[in-house]
């Protein structure tokens, strides 16, 4: 299932282009019976299938020692993907960018032995939800951290410009045509007015943050021009 959404768009691309390097790892290669089991009943009883701390732990070990090879001893951040675990922000994910190499660990089935944990440097979670494995997520978690590697995304820019970046959302973009059904481009962005367009978009994504996203809003560092135009959207709003 990894095949399809990392061989797309620009993580291909940057597997071709050497930027990053993916590798896939079946579990069931590290189980030792006939049967390649890779789960097992629960102690105690109940229901559903308790993923095997063994193959689990076998796996972690032959990824290290794969990349510890002429690197000598490597520290490997271990991450598994868990609908409990620390919610991934973008902050998570630029840290996370930083590493030479990481080990994502996917769960699937209802459940995994306790003593998972403790072969993991950290859990993280992409959301509230639970999904029916810990593959998505570790794809959403790939694609978040690859866009921070140079060259991944064409322009520098558009990395840097990014909604929480800054932390605010970003303003709204537009482009041809000039006029949709009636719907109009926003004249200033027109205008050719660079200053009065910076001026906009700064204003539009304050905006947009204040209505949708106060609680970014409230962390967000915010400079004298930044107040005014709250101001200004506060005082248009009230009218
Ligand atoms: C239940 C992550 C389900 C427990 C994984 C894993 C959603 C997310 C799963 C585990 C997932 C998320 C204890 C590893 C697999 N669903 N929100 N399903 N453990 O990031």
Same mark, same amino acid.
């Given at each position: 299932m990894f095949q399809g959404p990392l061989s797309e768009s620009l993580i291909k691309k940057a597997v071709e282009k050497g930027l990053l390097e993916l590798q896939v790892t079946d579990l069931r290669d590290f189980t030792s019976d006939k049967h390649k089991t890779a789960d097992d009943s629960p102690y105690g009883g109940g229901p559903g299938m308790v993923m095997k701390v063994d193959v689990i732990s076998s796996a972690i070990d032959s990824l290290k020692k794969k990349l510890e090879i002429?690197? $000598?001893k490597l520290d490997i951040r271990v991450i598994l993907m868990c609908p409990t675990g620390k919610l991934l922000t973008q902050e998570k994910v630029k840290e996370l960018a930083k590493e030479k190499h990481l080990i994502l660990v996917c769960g699937h089935y209802e459940g995994i032995d306790e003593r998972v944990r403790e072969l993991v440097d950290e859990e993280i979670s992409i959301g509230d939800y639970v999904l029916t494995g810990g593959e998505l997520p570790a794809m959403v978690l790939v694609d978040a951290i690859a866009r921070h590697i140079p060259g991944v995304v064409k322009e520098e820019g558009s990395v840097m410009s990014d909604?929480?970046? $800054?932390g605010l959302l970003d303003y709204p973009s537009y482009t041809k045509p000039e006029d949709f059904e009636g719907k109009k481009v926003p004249e200033v962005l027109l205008s050719g007015h660079h200053k009065e367009i910076e001026r906009w978009r700064r204003k539009e994504a304050l905006r947009l943050t204040l209505y949708r996203r106060p609680d970014l809003l409230a962390e967000a560092d915010l400079n004298d021009l930044d107040r005014a135009l709250l101001q200004e959207i506060m005082t248009e709003a009230g009218d």
């Amino acid at each position: 299932m990894f095949q399809g959404p990392l061989s797309e768009s620009l993580i291909k691309k940057a597997v071709e282009k050497g930027l990053l390097e993916l590798q896939v790892t079946d579990l069931r290669d590290f189980t030792s019976d006939k049967h390649k089991t890779a789960d097992d009943s629960p102690y105690g009883g109940g229901p559903g299938m308790v993923m095997k701390v063994d193959v689990i732990s076998s796996a972690i070990d032959s990824l290290k020692k794969k990349l510890e090879i002429g690197n $000598s001893k490597l520290d490997i951040r271990v991450i598994l993907m868990c609908p409990t675990g620390k919610l991934l922000t973008q902050e998570k994910v630029k840290e996370l960018a930083k590493e030479k190499h990481l080990i994502l660990v996917c769960g699937h089935y209802e459940g995994i032995d306790e003593r998972v944990r403790e072969l993991v440097d950290e859990e993280i979670s992409i959301g509230d939800y639970v999904l029916t494995g810990g593959e998505l997520p570790a794809m959403v978690l790939v694609d978040a951290i690859a866009r921070h590697i140079p060259g991944v995304v064409k322009e520098e820019g558009s990395v840097m410009s990014d909604s929480f970046y $800054s932390g605010l959302l970003d303003y709204p973009s537009y482009t041809k045509p000039e006029d949709f059904e009636g719907k109009k481009v926003p004249e200033v962005l027109l205008s050719g007015h660079h200053k009065e367009i910076e001026r906009w978009r700064r204003k539009e994504a304050l905006r947009l943050t204040l209505y949708r996203r106060p609680d970014l809003l409230a962390e967000a560092d915010l400079n004298d021009l930044d107040r005014a135009l709250l101001q200004e959207i506060m005082t248009e709003a009230g009218d």
